[in-house]
C-alpha cells in the first residue's frame, strides 16, 4: 500500500505516489534554481509545467489513476535535466538535442496572414511560408482549387498555441532546452514590440 499526494501541474488535477511526489518536487526545484538568473523564469517554468503535465496524462489510463515513480523518471528523461539548459555549464550536454521530436502539422499563429495554414505547411516542410503561398494562389487561379484545400485545411488543422505546439510544429524535440529558447524569443519580440 503506498500514500498519494493530489497535485496540480499545468491546470490538471493528478494523483501522485508519494515517492514520485517527492522526485517531481526535487526537479521543479532544481529547475526553478536554474532558471533563477533569467528574466521570464516564470513563462518558462510554466510552459514546462504544461508539457509534463501533457506527458503525464497519455500515460494514464482507465486502469491506471495514479502517477507512479517510473512515470515521473520518464518524463524526466524526456524533458531533460535542468543542469542542461544552465547557462553556466553553457549547454555541455547539447548533443541530446539533437534528435528530431514529434512534427505535427499546425495552423501558424504567429507568421500568418489569412489562417496560418500556409505558415503552418512551411514550418512543417521547412520551407518558407511564402512559397507555400505562392503555390496555393496559383491552384486558386488555375481552378479554384487551392481555396477549397485552403478552406478544408483551416477546419481540418489546430492551431498552434502552446509553447510545446510551436515547438512540434518545426520538429524540434519538446524538451527544457527547446520551451527556454522558445519562451526567450518570445519574450524579446514582446520586448522589441512594445519599445518601438
Not at 6 to 33: C, Q, V
Not at 111 to 140: D, H, K, N, S
Not at 169 to 183: F, L, Q, R, S, T
Amino acid at each position: 500500500m503506498k500514500i498519494t499526494v493530489s497535485i496540480n501541474l499545468g491546470g490538471y488535477s493528478f494523483n501522485i505516489d508519494e515517492d514520485a511526489y517527492t522526485e517531481l518536487k526535487r526537479y521543479l526545484k532544481s529547475l526553478e534554481f536554474n532558471l533563477a538568473g533569467e528574466e521570464s523564469s516564470a513563462e518558462i517554468i510554466s510552459d514546462i509545467e504544461a508539457r509534463m503535465a501533457e506527458l503525464f496524462r497519455a500515460r494514464l489510463t482507465g486502469y491506471k489513476q495514479v502517477i507512479t515513480i517510473t512515470d515521473v523518471r520518464d518524463v524526466i528523461a524526456v524533458m531533460g535535466n535542468p543542469e542542461d539548459i544552465s547557462d553556466k555549464e553553457g549547454m555541455s550536454s547539447g548533443a541530446k538535442f539533437t534528435e528530431p521530436g514529434a512534427h505535427r502539422m499546425y495552423r501558424d499563429p504567429d507568421r500568418r496572414i489569412i489562417g496560418g495554414v500556409c505558415a503552418g505547411i512551411g514550418a512543417f516542410w521547412q520551407i518558407e511560408p511564402w512559397i507555400v503561398r505562392v503555390i496555393f494562389i496559383a491552384v486558386a487561379m488555375a481552378g479554384g482549387l487551392g481555396i477549397l484545400v485552403y478552406l478544408i485545411l483551416y477546419i481540418v488543422l489546430p492551431e498552434a498555441r502552446t509553447t510545446a505546439q510551436k515547438i512540434e510544429m518545426k520538429g524540434d524535440p519538446v524538451n527544457i532546452h527547446n520551451i527556454k529558447e522558445a519562451v526567450k524569443r518570445e519574450f524579446d519580440n514582446v520586448r522589441k514590440n512594445m519599445n518601438l
